[in-house]
């Protein structure tokens, strides 16, 4: 149980335009699901919490703006990149937690995502 | 944000050896602890989840818990080339957050 997709797993899109990465719990409802930024050899980066039906809290330096967060319903939260750029291309992962085990977070299996 | 360092890797130790990897954190006040295991390239998988002191053992794995000393450890018995990964502790912190350390990249020699 516990199960995290992503989609899609990569992407490529031009400097300018908007892309949208998808996350689901497939075997579960998620509390909170958490978006986080990872850059070659660098720890995780947590961007933004976020549940279902409110909006996101962004981690300070996040721009809410450029990243928006919608967490529609209790096992699909998206995150779309607004007018890319280079710079934001990184690996991008997204986690759930469910009822009962409220601090163990599962992680999607992430989408890699390069602006060009 | 909360404090959890790691040991500095990257750790190298040969096939059926024992892998130790340790971790501190800053909030005393911290309640649950995790180590997540990361392949190049790939998303983080959680391995193990310890909430009290002691050691807890699945598998080849045991994670140690000293609340006291701000101290939580991993051990990897029978280390084999697939255990080859990063491994990131990872403490409790505000609003279900994670505070995750920097990671310790294993290489388990054949």
């Known amino acids: 149980g516990a199960v995290v997709s992503q989609h899609p797993s990569w992407v490529i899109c031009k400097s300018g335009t908007s892309v949208k990465i998808e996350c689901r719990s497939l075997d579960f409802q998620a509390t909170t699901m958490f978006w986080y930024r990872q850059f070659p050899k660098q720890s995780l980066m947590l961007m933004a919490t976020?549940?279902?039906?409110?909006?996101?809290?962004?981690e300070q330096g996040v721009e809410k703006d450029k990243f928006l967060i919608n967490h529609a319903s209790l096992t699909l939260s998206t995150l779309t990149v607004t007018s890319a750029h280079p710079e934001d291309s990184s690996f991008y992962i997204c986690?759930?937690?469910?009822?009962?085990?409220?601090?163990?977070?599962?992680f999607g299996p992430g989408t890699r995502l390069t602006v060009t | 944000q909360k404090e959890v360092e790691q040991n500095s890797g990257p750790l190298s130790v040969p096939e059926g050896a024992i892998a130790s990897l340790n971790c501190t954190y800053s909030d005393r006040g911290s309640q649950s602890f995790f180590w997540y295991r990361q392949y190049s390239g790939k998303s983080p998988e959680l391995i193990m989840s310890?909430?009290?002191?002691g050691d807890k053992e699945d598998g080849r794995f045991t994670a140690q818990l000293n609340k006291a000393s701000q101290y939580v450890s991993l051990l990897i018995r029978d280390s084999q080339p697939s255990d080859s990964a990063t491994y990131l502790c990872?403490?409790?912190?505000?609003?279900?957050?994670?505070?995750f350390g920097a990671g310790t990249t294993v290489t388990v020699r054949a």
């Open positions: 986690s759930a937690t469910r009822a009962g085990a409220t601090y163990e977070q599962y």
């Open positions: 310890i909430y009290s002191n």
């Open positions: 976020s549940n279902e039906g409110s909006k996101a809290t962004y």
């Open positions: 990872a403490v409790n912190g505000d609003d279900y957050k994670l505070s």
